[in-house]
């Protein structure tokens, strides 16, 4: 919840329209859907705290994860009756402290 809360503040603050958060259907849940200069942006949030040894959040985000994001961005897109607007699939990767203040925080745009 920490890391999704910076993503979503630091997204608003460069601009972003967050239209939905924790956006679900059967298949799975999107984290955190925006508009940013005509743009749907479908942003995955991953965290991870304590040991660096565990990899980095994004290392994380493999190709059975990127192939049900997009499959929910179709479903969600579907639903909404939303056909013409430019996509895009963003990581945010959020490093969490101990007291789950955020340590450091990467914006991957365009991601896959």
């Known amino acids: ?9 630091y997204l608003s603050s460069l ?27 479908f942003v995955e ?4 705290s304590g040991s660096p040894l565990q990899g980095t959040p994004e ?13 929910i961005a179709g479903i969600y897109l579907y639903m909404k009756r939303q056909s013409e607007c430019h996509l895009s699939f963003d990581v945010i990767s959020v490093i ?7 340590a450091s925080l990467n914006h ?3 991601a896959f």
């Open 15 to 41: 601009g972003y329209e967050i239209i939905e958060r924790n956006w679900r259907c059967r298949s799975g849940e999107i984290d955190i859907i925006a508009a940013e200069r005509g743009r749907l942006v």
């Open 108 to 110: 991957i745009r365009e």
């Open 45 to 48: 949030v991953r965290s991870r």
């Open 96 to 102: 969490l402290n101990s007291d789950l203040s955020v």
């Open 1 to 9: 919840f920490a890391a999704e809360e910076a993503a979503a503040h």
């Open 59 to 71: 290392e994380s985000v493999d190709t059975r994860k990127i192939q049900q994001v997009r499959s």
